[in-house]
């Protein structure tokens, strides 16, 4: 039996090349047979036809066509981002050059838990978490943000991020995550480290992982405060930090999952200064506005942060996993400090190789830096922010004829990208078995979010080619559907 290529080294492309072929062959084989956003049949259907595909999971003996088989069955049985039908959650259609991008990190497959395993990932994942954060914590007219059609100039941007003590942005940085979660637990984990203990407080709005880290970390329960608008009520909070004891991090959602709405970042900084409490921002949906010189303001306060989430396969339109922690001082990361003598010797890190265990609660991690550095370097911040101010357009056009329709009912016009609507009359079981029928025959793939005590549809619009008449064939959907 012959041993099988590798994916790397001087024989690796041309191993690679047919293999590629027959990969996006299956796809293209998959997405016809699937013909829609969603697999139709259901649950039970779809893993019948995957079970098929599969058969024996563990062979005696191979087959040559596995490639070609499951790679054509997964994409038949796949939700499909890329359909502008297929708009239920934060899931965005990613762009090809990030994919390809993260193809050239699978073949190398650098390891990011020691400088000999990722020499050179490991100095672009510096350089860009310091640009990312600097994108934060520093001026955002900056014109080194920007290059015209060259892109982001990102050696510019990280090289700023190290000049002398008063630059704006010299003090922030940021860790490379695999999204929201993980970047919401850190921050808690730094917060309870520097201030041996912490109480959460947070809106009813908030996002689950945070009640999950607290749990996680051994932390009291969150103190829940009301969110009557969708958002962090600012005279709670006050009442809150007023009564409460001992160190507080208040956390901030920009970019809430039910509504895409924005808490008021200026007016809980303020009062998180006054009451000398830590305030974290959830910025994983809403972070992507840094981009958008139109839709930023919409995030001023956000630099008064000390630690930040962002999450870019959401308005990045990266291929999971891309997420972020920006802390506003670096000195916060000094709890994640770790040494394993076969990673980190403290012989080589003197003699100058980078110690990458602080960088991460992970040892082995792939560099997902990559992809995010091509599409900064391809498109530049100006070329993200055009996407960013297409979905939030697109949102708008939605909310639009929603308003205007005598069937339907909207929640509100959007803030971001996330539009929620209803037909109108109906119960909340109609909203939730309309949902299901579309899931189910494969026509549309919607959300659903509970606010002002009713169930809504959820539209969350992240695929910038999605047209005007996409928008309107979704409406002819729920509409068809409904029991009249």
Not at 27 to 46: C, D, F, I, N
Not at 200 to 209: D, E, F, K, M, Q
Not at 349 to 363: C, Q, Y
């Amino acid at each position: 039996m012959s041993t099988p290529p590798l994916a790397s080294g001087p024989e690796g492309p041309d191993a690679l090349r047919p293999l590629l072929h027959t990969v996006l062959h299956a796809l293209a084989e998959g997405t016809a047979a699937r013909g829609g956003p969603l697999p139709a049949g259901g649950p039970a259907h779809v893993a019948g036809r995957l079970r098929t595909a599969l058969g024996d999971p563990l062979p005696h003996h191979g087959s040559p066509d596995a490639l070609h088989t499951l790679v054509r069955a997964l994409a038949e049985g796949a939700a499909d981002p890329a359909d502008p039908l297929c708009a239920a959650h934060l899931h965005c259609p990613p762009l090809a050059v990030a994919t390809a991008a993260d193809l050239a990190v699978s073949a190398l497959n650098p390891s990011l838990d020691s400088w000999d395993q990722a020499p050179a990932a490991s100095e672009l994942e510096a350089l860009l978490t310091r640009a990312l954060a600097d994108l934060v914590y520093g001026n955002p007219d900056d014109t080194s943000h920007t290059s015209g059609t060259e892109g982001t100039k990102v050696t510019e941007i990280a090289e700023g991020t190290r000049g002398a003590e008063g630059t704006r942005g010299a003090q922030g940085d940021a860790l490379v995550t695999t999204g929201g979660t993980e970047s919401n637990q850190l921050a808690l984990l730094l917060a309870r480290e520097k201030h041996h203990g912490i109480q959460l407080v947070c809106g009813a709005n908030a996002h689950h992982s945070l009640h999950r880290a607290t749990w996680l970390l051994g932390l009291p329960e969150p103190v829940v405060l009301p969110a009557p608008a969708g958002t962090l009520d600012p005279a709670a909070l006050d009442s809150a930090l007023s009564d409460l004891r001992g160190p507080l991090l208040v956390a901030a959602t920009a970019g809430t999952t039910d509504a895409g709405l924005i808490d008021p970042l200026p007016d809980i900084a303020d009062l998180c200064a006054t009451h000398g409490a830590r305030l974290h921002i959830d910025a994983a949906y809403g972070g992507g506005l840094l981009f958008s010189d139109r839709h930023r303001t919409k995030l001023d306060g956000l630099a008064h942060a000390d630690t930040v989430t962002l999450d870019l396969h959401k308005l990045g339109w990266q291929p999971v996993a891309a997420g972020l922690l920006a802390v506003r001082d670096p000195t916060d990361l000094t709890p994640l400090t770790h040494r394993a003598d076969y990673l980190n010797a403290d012989d080589d890190t003197e003699a100058g190789h980078p110690d990458l265990l602080g960088r991460s609660l992970r040892t082995t991690r792939r560099p997902d830096i990559l992809k995010i550095a091509v599409t900064l370097k391809t498109l530049g911040r100006h070329g993200i922010g055009h996407l960013v101010d297409q979905v939030c357009a697109h949102a708008h056009e939605l909310a639009d004829l929603t308003a205007a329709h005598p069937g339907f009912e909207l929640y509100d016009h959007p803030v971001i990208s996330t539009v929620l609507f209803r037909p109108r009359g109906a119960t909340d079981d109609t909203v939730a078995a309309v949902r299901r029928t579309l899931l189910d025959q494969g026509r549309a793939v919607l959300g659903r979010a509970t606010l002002d005590g009713r169930r809504w549809l959820k539209a969350t619009l992240l695929n910038p080619h999605t047209r005007p008449g996409d928008l309107a064939t979704l409406l002819k959907l729920v509409e068809g559907h409904t029991p009249r």
